[in-house]
């Protein structure tokens, strides 16, 4: 049986516990006078919980204005706090470690707008056209403008093969776009790679999960084994919006030999905290590009800024988001918990990105891919009724599915046909340069 404590007793409860802090803080030696304003701020609260209770048309749970008064306390500090109820503290520990329902996208509150930082590659957000950028006006029917963003994230998710309508407000377009989209269980691979062409790999990490690095640790593997030896790597952080800091850190780690990675600065000194690189059992010394967009976000700066700083890795796409904090995850003991800001982080040369971003080494905006139409489509004899075939061997192309899918890819990707190019001519120069041929 769970016991409802009465409104007096929790008035005494927030009373009580203020006033512990009161004689501590006496204790300690702080000024009374810096704690004063609190007390009475705390004694409103308390005031304001007693006249709900004693005069709101229906009894409250008492549980619920708790939540709800300390929900408000934190969601007015930045759009990355939050608290969070037993079901939703719950939920954050599965959406990093195990599996969950729902549509695929990273969101933010961004100008007091619910926002896409990104949607999550392969997942039904990803099908259906959500794009970085998007802002969220309502989710059912339901404006979000009041929404905290714990709540959107608890609205949009739900059960596989339940449907959730979004109603879009994207730049450039003049009205609303709704998209009705089915909830699955979103992916846990959160890393992909192929060979593009001979010596030349692509690694492409969507999110940073629990198992992101051992993920990568794998790719590398089959990658970096292959014949020819590796030339060169694309790593594909677009649309990553980012995840585990310490997953961040080790991947980073991969390709920088010594030297800072990352550090944090909070207004605790128990958040200063440097990251720095360890010699790696396997030397990593082939040439890189790394590509990014708007929709790299957190995590997905952090190796971008550090790769840069260690002039390891060539930058190439559009300016990030500009996630540039650190969020604490601090449970309480009646399963709650509370995701608090609590420093900001800079890259090993001390630049903060927070609003700003990443900027890349070399800038290349994302073109549409070329679609081929009936009246541009040039005529070939293929095309001709009753063509005769070639008797010969069909082409590399022709016989392996796999270069299809590859040659498709690099046709409708403007960025990855760019970083690919840099990536030879990065070996044409380093021949010249050498003398060898």
């Known amino acids: 049986m769970r016991v409802i404590p009465s409104k007096r007793v929790l008035i005494l409860v927030l009373i009580g516990m203020l006033g512990l802090t009161l004689a501590m803080s006496r204790n300690l030696g702080e000024v009374s006078a810096d704690t004063e304003p609190t007390y009475k701020k705390l004694k409103l609260l ?3 919980l007693e006249t709900i209770q004693s005069r709101y048309v229906e009894p ?6 708790v939540y709800g008064a300390i929900k408000g306390m934190v969601s007015s500090l930045d759009p990355h706090s939050a608290f969070l109820t037993p079901d939703e503290f719950k939920e954050l520990q599965i959406e990093t470690s195990g599996r969950f329902s729902g549509i695929g996208i990273e969101i933010t509150i961004r100008d007091g707008v619910l926002t896409v930082v990104a949607p999550i590659e392969g997942t039904p957000a990803d099908k259906a056209g959500i794009q970085s950028g998007d802002k969220i006006i309502k989710v059912d029917g339901k404006l979000t403008k009041q929404m905290s963003l714990m709540d959107a994230v608890k609205s949009i998710r739900g059960a596989k093969g339940s ?8 730049s450039g377009e003049n009205k609303l776009l709704d998209y009705g989209i089915v909830r699955d269980v979103i992916p846990l691979i959160s890393v992909k790679s192929k060979m593009l062409d001979e010596g030349y790999g692509y690694l492409r990490v969507t999110s940073f999960q629990s198992r992101t690095v051992s993920e990568i640790k794998k790719a590398l593997e089959d990658l970096e084994g292959a014949k020819p030896p590796l030339k060169g790597l694309i790593l594909d952080l677009r649309n990553n919006p980012g995840g ?6 080790e991947v980073a780690d991969l390709w920088i030999e010594e030297g800072l990675i990352v550090y944090t600065e909070g207004r605790d000194a128990s958040q200063n905290m440097k990251f720095h690189a360890h010699p ?6 082939y040439p890189m590009v790394l ?17 840069k700083d260690h002039n ?33 982080y800079y890259t090993p040369s001390g630049l903060s990105i927070q609003v700003k971003g990443i900027t890349p080494d070399v800038i290349v905006e994302a073109l549409p891919a070329p679609q081929e139409s009936a009246e541009t489509k040039a005529l070939r004899e293929r095309d001709l009724e009753g063509h005769m075939e070639n008797h010969q061997a069909k082409t590399a192309e022709e016989v392996d599915p796999e270069k299809q899918a590859v040659a498709k890819l690099l046709r409708q990707d403007n960025q990855l046909r760019e970083a690919l190019s840099l990536l030879k001519a990065w070996q044409v120069f380093s021949r010249s340069k050498t003398g060898t041929s």
Do not use: W
């Open 163 to 170: 449907e959730v309508v979004l109603t879009i407000l994207r």
């Open 291 to 307: 590509l990014v967009n708007r929709g790299s976000a957190s995590a997905s700066e952090i190796v971008a800024g550090a790769l």
């Open 312 to 344: 390891r890795a060539v930058i190439l796409g559009t300016q990030t988001f500009g996630k540039g904090s650190v969020q604490t995850i601090i449970p309480f003991e009646d399963n709650s918990g509370l995701r608090l800001t609590t420093a900001r």
């Open 60 to 65: 409250p749970e008492p549980e619920t204005l």
């Open 46 to 48: 308390a005031e304001v």
């Open 280 to 285: 790696n059992q396997t030397h990593r010394e």
């Open 244 to 249: 585990l800091l310490n997953q961040a850190v």
